[in-house]
């Protein structure tokens, strides 16, 4: 299940959806709107599998790596958050939501940047 947060502006969750990217929204489906960063991270435990979308830097935190969800920070401008959001879901490392468990990520135009719960240090991918 993807996540998005209540910060992804609505005309990307359009191109989104026009693309037949299915998604939850922070404060619509999902949880509260307004909820605290610490308080989402409860919310998510309570769904199957998610992987957690956001324009908010605060959730790139390797204390945050767990195997039950993703947490991807898109680090792009608001208006390219549905650009980089398909990119990540299409890039090979990131593909199925089995490869999006226990990762914490940095998405950026260069590349992705990474904590997996399996290793120790972060990795880096560049886009092709």
Do not use: C
């Amino acid at each position: 299940m993807l996540v998005l947060d209540e910060n992804v502006p609505a005309d990307q969750r359009h191109s989104l959806r026009k693309w037949r990217v299915r998604f939850r929204v922070i404060g619509v489906d999902v949880a509260s709107w307004g909820t605290t960063d610490e308080n989402l991270i409860p919310a998510l435990h309570g769904l199957p599998r998610p992987t957690f979308f956001t324009l908010d830097q605060n959730f790139y935190r390797r204390d945050w790596v767990h195997r039950g969800y993703g947490l991807v920070w898109l680090d792009v401008a608001d208006d390219r958050a549905a650009e980089f959001v398909r990119r990540f879901l299409r890039y090979p490392l990131f593909e199925t939501r089995a490869k999006q468990m226990g990762i914490v990520a940095r998405v950026h135009p260069s590349g992705v940047q990474f904590w997996q719960s399996a290793r120790r240090g972060s990795q880096t991918v560049e886009w092709p």
